[in-house]
Every structure is written in structure tokens, then in C-alpha cells.
């Protein structure tokens, strides 16, 4: 599936993305979707964080590379991950079993202040939380950031502290 020429677009909003890998040159294909996802119909990269190596979670492989973007888009929520999708795709994701080692994920973490819990798409990411790669690069990002429904990000940190990460 791809992108619609005329996807369903609405008033720009905020949104953050993880941008993770561990096949394959994974920091060059992260930088590389990186890239791409600025490249996204109606949609502008206002910010990146660092990039960070992680051990894998409840999977297996190498090392993980990951970071967080955000955007600002006029995709609806379900043209972005779409979107998201395609990339993925495009960078030969394949999903052979749940949480396989992956050359591309991308992950729609939050979308504004909306939360989005349909067949499809869970908004925010519901074990977003939980994972020191998440949490880390997106507070770089934004230190003050809230999570609809869960309050303030920072308060979640203390519970991802064992959880090995490191800046490249």
C-alpha cells in the first residue's frame, strides 16, 4: 500500500515519531528515514534528537540504533502511519514474527494532543513509556513534554533507568 495522491489532510499538527533499527547499516538507514520522513506530504521535520544505541527489548539481533523526530503534518492520523508504513516498506521491513529484529521501525508515538485507540492505531503508543529509547530522545527533544492521558514524560523515566542506552 502507499500514500494516496490526495491524502486526507487536516489543520497542521504536532506530531512525534521513534526511528529505530538493528539490521544491516542501522545508523545509516535511521539518518536515511530521517530524511525521508521531512520528505512527507504536508508534513515538515521541526526536530530530531540525538541518536542512541540500545540493547534489544523482548527481541533478539544486534544493537538497536534509535531517535525521535517531530513533525509537523497535515496528514490524518491514519495517512501518517500509512506513510510511515511506506517507509518501512521501501527500507525492506519485513515482519516475519513480533518484535524480529528489524531493518526500519517507525513508530507514531504521539499525534497532538489526541489519543486514538481503533483497530489500526494505538495514540500514544502504548508502551511508549516503558522504553528508555523512546523516552530519553523524545525529552531531548521536548524536556516539558505531557503525554495525553499519563501526565508529565520525565515522571516515567525512573521506571526505564535499567534499561541501557547510550548517545552516538
Do not use: W
Not at 57 to 65: A, C, K, M, N, T
Not at 80 to 95: I, P, T
Not at 115 to 140: G, K, N, S
Request: glycine share 6%; hydrophobic share 45%.
Amino acid at each position: 500500500m502507499t500514500i494516496p495522491p490526495n491524502p486526507p489532510i487536516c489543520a497542521n499538527v504536532v506530531a512525534y515519531i521513534g526511528v529505530g533499527g538493528n539490521l544491516g547499516d542501522a545508523r545509516a538507514q535511521v539518518e536515511n528515514a530521517i530524511v525521508q520522513l521531512g520528505a512527507l506530504p504536508h508534513t515538515k521535520l521541526s526536530a530530531q534528537s540525538s541518536l542512541f544505541r540500545t540493547a534489544p527489548i523482548e527481541s533478539s539481533g544486534d544493537d538497536y540504533v534509535n531517535a525521535v523526530v517531530r513533525i509537523d503534518t497535515q496528514l490524518d492520523p491514519h495517512a501518517l502511519l500509512q506513510a510511515l508504513q511506506d517507509v518501512e516498506h521501501n527500507f525492506g521491513r519485513e515482519r516475519p514474527y513480533l518484535n524480529a529484529p528489524r531493518t526500519l521501525d517507525l513508530d507514531l508515538l504521539l499525534y497532538g494532543t489526541t489519543t486514538i485507540a481503533d483497530a489500526t492505531l494505538t495514540v500514544p503508543h502504548p508502551r511508549m513509556v516503558q522504553r528508555a529509547f523512546v523516552l530519553i530522545p523524545l525529552l531531548q527533544i521536548d524536556p516539558f513534554i505531557a503525554i495525553p492521558g499519563l501526565g508529565p514524560a520525565h515522571q516515567f523515566v525512573p521506571q526505564v533507568t535499567d534499561q541501557a542506552i547510550a548517545k552516538i
